[in-house]
Nanobody, 115 residues
Framework: QVQVVESGGGLVRPGGSLTLSCAAS????????MGWYRQAPGKQRDLVAV???????NYANSVKGRFTISRDNAKNTVYLQMNSLKPEDTAVYYC?????????WGQGTQVTVSS
């Protein structure tokens, strides 16, 4: 069992930056692929970025060049650095830990981009 807790959301102006953190506990963090997803009101939950246990990364086209995912295995934490934020980035952001068929979600953190 893995527990994941997101933090760092908030209100930011267009063009601003925000860093989300996801702290995981309960298992061997370094074994897990970690991802960030987001869900806007009335829309499905979509992948934003993923970092594998080997450190490979992948991003949604809509955030490439603006967002950076990273992980610190010593701190059992994954980060999402978000730059040049746009109103369409507004959503609840969820952290996911995945290993084989096991998948664990956090409760989400709200990010609102508005002037």
């Amino acid at each position: 069992q893995v527990q994941v807790v997101e933090s760092g959301g908030g209100l930011v102006r267009p063009g601003g930056s925000l860093t989300l953190s996801c702290a995981a506990s309960g298992s061997i963090f370094s074994f897990y692929d970690m991802g960030w997803y987001r869900q806007a009101p009335g829309k499905q939950r979509d992948l934003v970025a993923v970092i594998t246990n080997g450190g490979s990364t992948n991003y949604a086209n809509s955030v490439k060049g603006r967002f950076t995912i990273s992980r610190d295995n010593a701190k059992n934490t994954v980060y999402l650095q978000m730059n040049s934020l746009k109103p369409e980035d507004t959503a609840v952001y969820y952290c996911n830990a995945k290993q084989a068929v096991r998948s664990y979600w956090g409760q989400g953190t709200q990010v609102t981009v508005s002037s």
